[in-house]
């Protein structure tokens, strides 16, 4: 039994507690967290840290009437709490019922769904511009953490914060740490404010024309509740910095930030003997770089996920830069390091590379400046939708310019890293599969624009991107079991462009080619190929994914959904009188 979580339904319930009650309720939920997250797995650092606050915000403020925004969210777990959802923190079976970020569709105490970083000021300044067009009164705060602070949306967030003249209170977490520590010039005020208490002459937040309030112990809920107690109300805007420590009260956690912003379930099975992408990617580029000092890898503040660890990281010397949470930057900084004549690698998940499409526009395919593009997490996940990969065929597709290759094996992959690193002529993306898969390489440097044949038959063609060549096998094969006729199987290497004399060719002897992507089919590859059929007999099937945003759909589920099957594209053909 907790003493006093188990009392607490909404934030109206932990304003009845008295204040000397705080400290023990904090550790009765930091107790709960660090039980359910080792088990269900999440983010369990940035959510241990950040226990004091988020009862000091539900303790001071007359919270929704007051609105809070979380900046990335992933830090909200003790928010969902106090706001009606503790059961899924509480107990582990009711994992799943609610997202690990803020949602809207979830509660009226959470504003916005937001899972990337650095907008949560942007996304209160609107909410506080919006209260004062239309004469209301309440509180506004927004909830930044210090790695969001790299990213220039924050700052022009902060910049734009400053001319309200009305209340706004920014709730800074400082605990020195980002997913990985920290890097930006930036992070030397930081340090400094902290040495000194906040009373350091140069202030960041006091140069951008906001007031300033140093909390220097982020984890005592009562002095944050004094503090936020003292600008409730305020008339301008305020910087209410808190320096607390990523996963407190988990020694785990805290000898160990980076591992343990977001740790796994405890039922995953050990992948440790399991060859990944992540893994070849280190081994080949660890080879490239002894080999040619040109080399430079690049990362925006998120290493882990594409499997840059620390010791990789510090083995690499000046030849890794980890930019910050900067996705913008780092696009734009490797065009110029290409066109400085070093030869870039960007290192970067999928949905943060929406974060970057300017860039990929106008500096890399504008200027055809040669980096290459490693994209990991792209295609279709049981994930949140904050985190989905989906978009990337179509986003990086349609740019003029740049060059799009999807391997569907291993040694595929490595020839066109290799081939992408050395050359010196234009931006390369390479889609890297989730799946390792062993087998012959089709790509061709000398056509690094052709597609690969990898069956030759008749009537029905199946035309894959990248690892979803797996399911065109399997969909042949059962067609052949069902039908005697066997398919043709072709691999588009590069999704960017056609292979115009094979398309031209399979027209003579083929009469439908079915379209496989694993991305959204509206702007992306199938639809292509079905425009370039238009004027002729050849009929188009294509299956991918609808224009809609999944969230933590099971697999097996969307698959069904969109018919991403064997069974289902076979039964289609069939239904279809092919």
């Not at 996963?247 to 591992?259: L, N, R, S, T, V």
């Not at 040619?292 to 925006?300: G, K, R, W």
Request: aromatic share 8%; with cysteine; glycine share 8%.
């Amino acid at each position: 039994m907790a003493k006093y979580l188990d009392t607490i339904e909404s934030p109206a319930d932990l304003r009845r507690l008295p204040q000397e009650a705080l400290s023990e309720l904090c550790d009765e939920i930091r107790a709960a967290l660090i039980n359910t997250i080792t088990v269900t797995g999440g983010h369990l650092g940035p959510n241990l840290g950040i226990v004091e606050a988020s009862v000091a915000l539900h303790y001071v403020f007359d919270t929704p009437h007051d609105k809070v925004v979380f900046d990335v969210s992933h830090q909200c777990y003790t928010h969902k709490i106090l706001t009606g959802r503790k059961r899924a923190y509480l107990d582990p079976s009711h994992y799943g019922e609610f997202t690990g970020f803020t949602n809207p569709g979830e509660s009226d105490y959470d504003e916005f769904r937001a899972g990337h970083t650095s907008q949560g000021v942007s996304l209160a300044v609107g909410l506080a511009k919006a209260r004062d067009l239309l004469g209301q009164s309440h509180n506004v705060i927004a909830v930044l953490g210090d790695g969001a602070l790299s990213g220039g949306e924050a700052l022009e967030g902060i910049d734009n914060a400053a001319t309200l003249g009305s209340n706004f209170i920014l709730l800074f977490n400082d605990n020195d740490m980002s997913i990985a520590p920290n890097s930006g010039g930036i992070y030397a005020n930081l340090a400094e404010l902290r040495r000194t208490k906040g009373q350091a002459p140069q202030n960041l937040f006091r140069t951008f024309g906001l007031d300033y309030l140093y909390v220097e112990n982020g984890n005592d809920v009562h002095a944050l509740v004094d503090a936020l107690s003292a600008v409730r109300d305020i008339d301008h805007p305020i910087v209410v910095h808190m320096h607390t420590r990523k996963g407190k009260g988990c020694e785990w956690a805290e000898q160990h930030p980076e591992q343990a912003h977001s740790v796994p379930p405890a039922t995953q099975k050990d992948a440790s003997n399991k060859e990944t992408y992540q893994a070849i990617t280190r081994d080949f580029l660890a080879k490239k770089i002894s080999e040619d000092p040109s080399v430079v890898i690049v990362n925006a503040g998120a290493p882990s996920g594409v499997g840059l660890l620390p010791e990789f990281r510090a083995a690499c010397g000046t030849q890794f830069v980890d930019t910050g949470i900067t996705e913008q930057h780092a696009a734009a900084f490797s065009a110029g390091l290409a066109r400085g004549g070093a030869k870039p690698v960007f290192m970067v998940m999928a949905t943060f590379l929406q974060r970057s499409f300017d860039q990929l526009v106008q500096e890399l395919g504008l200027n055809m400046c040669p980096a290459t593009v490693l994209v990991f997490g792209a295609g279709f996940y049981d994930i949140d939708a904050t985190h989905a990969g989906t978009l990337d065929i179509v986003m990086t597709s349609n740019i003029p310019g740049i060059t799009c290759l999807a391997p569907a094996t291993k040694q595929e992959y490595l020839a066109m890293l290799e081939w992408s690193i050395d050359q010196d002529e234009r931006p390369v993306v390479i889609r890297v599969p989730e799946r390792v898969l062993e087998g012959a390489s089709g790509f061709d440097a000398a056509r690094p624009t052709g597609w690969h044949v990898v069956q030759r038959g008749t009537d029905t063609v199946f035309l894959s991107i990248g690892s979803t060549v797996n399911l065109a096998h399997h969909a042949a094969d059962l067609l052949q079991q069902q039908t005697g006729l066997k398919a043709t199987i072709v691999e588009a290497l590069n999704y960017s462009s056609f292979d115009e004399k094979l398309l031209d060719e399979l027209v003579k002897d083929h009469d439908v080619v079915v379209t496989l992507e694993a991305g959204i089919l509206c702007g992306g590859f199938g639809e292509k190929v079905a425009r370039y059929y238009g004027k002729t007999r050849m009929r188009v099937m294509c299956y991918g994914g609808k224009k809609e945003f999944l969230d933590r759909v099971p697999t097996d589920e969307f698959f069904a959904i969109y018919h991403f099957t064997p069974q289902d594209i076979v039964a289609d053909l069939q239904s279809m009188g092919f």
